[in-house]
């Protein structure tokens, strides 16, 4: 059985989605590597729309973790994320 209100939710961003993963990937590829945590406090996303994208976005192959850790707010070590380099395939 499915949980309708997971459902709802995504159904209530799903048309957002793109336009946040641009955000997401717009703001580290201006700043650099950073937390989930800062990224959502920074875009005022929640958590759990900022965290989905990321794991989308990782996915994708667009961001990758940059190796680096950092704190959260709540003083928690964290993965530090970074859009992946494009590989250099000559044609």
């Given amino acids: 059985m499915r949980q309708v209100t ?11 989605i793109p ?4 955000r997401i990937v717009s703001y580290l590829g201006e700043f650099g590597v950073d ?3 800062n990224i959502e406090h920074q875009l005022s996303l929640s958590h759990q729309t900022c965290s989905a994208c990321i794991r989308g976005l990782v996915k994708q192959g667009v961001l990758e973790d940059s ?6 707010r709540s003083g928690r070590k964290a993965i530090m994320w970074q859009v992946k380099e494009k590989d250099n ?3």
């Fill in 35 to 37: 937390t989930c945590d």
């Fill in 67 to 72: 190796g680096l850790k950092s704190r959260t």
């Fill in 19 to 22: 336009t946040i993963s641009e």
């Fill in 89 to 91: 395939e000559s044609t």
């Fill in 6 to 16: 997971s459902i709802e939710a995504y159904e209530s961003v799903k048309p957002y």
